[in-house]
């Protein structure tokens, strides 16, 4: 059977949040029947998105709702 986690890939400090957050991705590894197959990364996230949506305004690419404000690109 399959393993599937979230796991921190990045950290950096927000602006919009005031605090240190985490770029996490959700791998998939592979059952133990399938030993040459390499893990997969089906998503991206940002630990504080919730944060970031319960603002007034748009905050970045992590959270889901502004494609043009990318905090990890530096």
Sequence with gaps: MSV???QTIKT???DRVHA???LEAQVVYPAENLPDQPPR???H???RSCE???ESRPSCKWAGTNPFYDPFAV
Aim: net charge negative.
């Design 12 to 14: 950096c400090f927000c």
């Design 45 to 47: 996230r940002c630990s």
């Design 52 to 54: 970031c949506n319960m």
């Design 4 to 6: 599937i986690e979230w």
């Design 20 to 22: 240190e957050v985490g």
């Design 41 to 43: 990364i089906l998503a």
